[in-house]
């Protein structure tokens, strides 16, 4: 973003912190967004590094807009930076922004995708260079950044390595809650600290700004960490001292040199507190605390709703083994307080709205989350954990392999996924049979098109056959279906008759996440849940069929998280 005045806010011995703004007025309609800008930088006495936030507001006069990514941007030498790093499991020396130049790259279906076919080092010959193959999800995406790793022939006094790091101290300015996926680095070297953006998401995390909607936000401040190792110890030391710093700026949060006013203090937040509880009456009829439950505060809407938020704040934390939680640092303001607990389906959402205010403390209490649940399970295909990463993923395409993936966790970053599809099942598509098929090698991780011969694609149908001793023919079943990322697809469900029209369910045309081409396993959650008339069952083999009807193009498909098959409610078991 352009700026175009320049203050000096502190200076002193121990702190320097400088002001960028462009302030917005009716002769700049048309040329730049409705917004204030006011970016600052801020270096300290003994800090490696320095701090940059940025305060955006949109005065409730002035003309509406959409405003869809928003983030920083650093291109540290490309001369000098070549190993890359965002986690433990997730770092490599990477080809250099040369070789996707068209000299030296071929640009693929996907055309943030480049397989490097000519690259200045022979190394990286026949690899795909793709930025969202370096992903992170929010709730882990704290530190990365790159190392420069000097030749072995250069000289000793040369040999020094230095890193170049961006560190996250909080998520609460960032969009849509803890799982929400942000590029991180990738090959320029390019390092970034998104704020907001659409991805994985679509259009429903596009900031929409109406007329006489007044908006002001702090994103920020994050910090620019730079280390170095002159002591002949492995590079790979400055990840570990970066991952230390990162742990020390989290504790240090809030700060308390920002000098704007809109960035507020630790005695100006609020604190909320409680316990989680699970029941799902037909495996227990306790009240049971779970350990790992997310916990947070967003914008009040509806249940799920934090995951479509961005203007707000959100505020997340996690239960410890007794289910008890503290969500701190809290912003002022009215929240609704939402959840998720992985091995069970579906949201939670308190009934109250929780209004924080400077300096308060909330009490919420035993907070009892009953899942979606009807009747007993009679069966179920996965892990209820909002992604579909314990199904089956192939083995990619020789010629389009990113080498760091291989024998990887996680394998379903590499590229072209998606034509594997056609491959596996070139004629006849999935079939899964309860009892003895295994979803993590019968069930393939997404239900996306098939590529037919003539370069067109069609739809797919996925059978679920299974077996029914006693059916009640007067009762009500309940199919649960959660999804963990849905792109321009069309589900339907038939039972027992694949030609049946209508289809017993089906959504319209639905989702934007771009997860499958993006290599992310899941974007935004949804749950259907699909009423199954006891008289559409038959007494022995049994098929659901589940068809993703749309057609338009490679990307387009479902990547499921859990489904459920449930019994008629009135039967009630629990232990």
């Known amino acids: 973003m352009e700026t175009n005045n320049l203050t000096v806010i502190v200076e002193n011995e121990e702190q320097v912190e400088l002001s960028f703004t462009r302030i917005w007025n009716f002769s700049l309609e048309g040329k730049f967004a409705p917004l204030n800008f006011d970016k600052r930088f801020i270096m300290l006495r003994d800090s490696s590094g320095f701090y940059t936030y940025a305060i955006y507001e949109h005065l409730k006069e002035w003309p509406a807009f959409d405003l869809d990514n928003t983030r920083v941007a650093f291109k540290p030498r490309k001369d000098k930076f070549n190993y890359m790093v965002i986690a433990d499991n997730r770092q490599r020396f990477m080809p250099r922004s040369d070789d996707r130049l068209p000299e030296r790259g071929e640009v693929l279906a996907y055309p943030e995708a480049v397989r490097l076919v000519n690259p200045v080092e022979p190394e990286f010959k026949g690899e795909v260079d793709d930025k969202y193959e370096y992903s992170i999800e929010s709730r882990k995406n704290q530190v990365h950044g790159w190392i420069s790793i000097n030749s072995s022939s250069e000289s000793e006094s040369e040999s020094k390595s230095t890193g170049f790091w961006i560190i996250t101290p909080s998520n609460e300015f960032r969009s849509a809650g803890p799982l929400k996926q942000y590029l991180a680095s990738h090959v320029g070297p390019t390092s970034l600290s998104v704020f907001h953006s659409t991805h994985y998401s679509g259009a429903d995390l596009i900031m929409k700004f109406g007329v006489n909607e007044a908006w002001k936000k702090v994103f920020g401040p994050i910090f620019i960490y730079l280390n170095s190792n002159s002591d002949g110890f492995s590079p790979i030391n400055l990840w570990e001292d970066a991952k230390h710093q990162m742990v020390n700026e989290v504790e240090r949060w809030p700060y308390t040199f920002p000098a704007s006013k809109d960035f507020l203090s630790s005695d100006q937040r609020g604190k909320v507190e409680g316990r989680l509880l699970v029941r799902d009456r037909f495996i227990s009829d306790t009240f049971v605390p779970v350990k790992g439950a997310y916990l947070?505060?967003?914008?009040?809407?509806?249940?799920?709703?934090?995951?479509?938020?961005?203007?707000?704040?959100?505020?997340?934390?996690?239960?410890?083994?007794?289910?008890?939680?503290?969500?701190?640092?809290?912003?002022?303001?009215?929240?609704?307080?939402?959840?998720?607990?992985?091995?069970?389906?579906?949201?939670?959402?308190?009934?109250?709205?929780?209004?924080?205010?400077?300096?308060?403390?909330?009490?919420?209490?035993?907070?009892?989350?009953?899942?979606?649940?009807?009747?007993?399970?009679?069966?179920?295909?996965?892990?209820?954990?909002?992604?579909?990463?314990?199904?089956?993923?192939?083995?990619?395409?020789?010629?389009?392999?990113?080498?760091?993936?291989?024998?990887?966790?996680?394998?379903?970053?590499?590229?072209?996924?998606?034509?594997?599809?056609?491959?596996?099942?070139?004629?006849?598509?999935?079939?899964?049979?309860?009892?003895?098929?295994?979803?993590?090698?019968?069930?393939?991780?997404?239900?996306?098109?098939?590529?037919?011969?003539?370069?067109?694609?069609?739809?797919?149908?996925?059978?679920?056959?299974?077996?029914?001793?006693?059916?009640?023919?007067?009762?009500?079943?309940?199919?649960?279906?959660?999804?963990?990322?849905?792109?321009?697809?069309?589900?339907?469900?038939?039972?027992?008759?694949?030609?049946?029209?209508?289809?017993?369910?089906?959504?319209?045309?639905?989702?934007?996440?771009?997860?499958?081409?993006?290599?992310?396993?899941?974007?935004?959650?949804?749950?259907?849940?699909?009423?199954?008339?006891?008289?559409?069952?038959?007494?022995?083999?049994?098929?659901?069929?589940?068809?993703?009807?749309?057609?338009?193009?490679?990307?387009?498909?479902?990547?499921?998280?859990?489904?459920?098959?449930?019994?008629?409610?009135?039967?009630?078991?629990?232990?």
């Open 296 to 575: 947070g505060l967003a914008h009040p809407g509806d249940v799920g709703s934090w995951q479509r938020e961005c203007k707000g704040y959100q505020f997340w934390t996690i239960t410890d083994d007794k289910g008890y939680f503290s969500i701190i640092n809290i912003l002022p303001g009215d929240y609704n307080l939402y959840s998720w607990v992985n091995g069970f389906i579906g949201d939670y959402q308190y009934n109250k709205v929780i209004n924080i205010t400077s300096g308060s403390e909330i009490k919420v209490g035993e907070l009892v989350y009953e899942p979606p649940r009807d009747g007993p399970t009679l069966w179920e295909i996965g892990i209820p954990d909002r992604s579909a990463a314990e199904f089956y993923v192939p083995d990619p395409n020789p010629l389009y392999v990113n080498k760091l993936y291989l024998n990887h966790s996680d394998r379903y970053r590499q590229y072209g996924l998606w034509e594997r599809y056609a491959e596996l099942y070139p004629k006849e598509d999935l079939v899964y049979n309860v009892g003895t098929s295994d979803y993590k090698k019968d069930w393939y991780f997404a239900q996306n098109t098939r590529k037919k011969d003539n370069n067109t694609y069609e739809g797919t149908t996925w059978q679920i056959n299974f077996n029914l001793d006693r059916v009640n023919t007067n009762g009500t079943y309940k199919l649960r279906l959660a999804l963990a990322s849905v792109h321009f697809a069309e589900l339907q469900v038939r039972i027992n008759n694949a030609d049946a029209n209508p289809p017993l369910f089906r959504t319209e045309i639905i989702g934007k996440d771009n997860t499958i081409a993006r290599h992310g396993i899941h974007g935004m959650y949804r749950l259907y849940n699909v009423d199954v008339q006891g008289s559409l069952l038959v007494n022995g083999n049994n098929t659901i069929f589940l068809t993703q009807a749309a057609s338009n193009g490679p990307f387009v498909g479902i990547l499921y998280d859990y489904i459920r098959l449930e019994g008629p409610s009135q039967v009630h078991f629990y232990d």
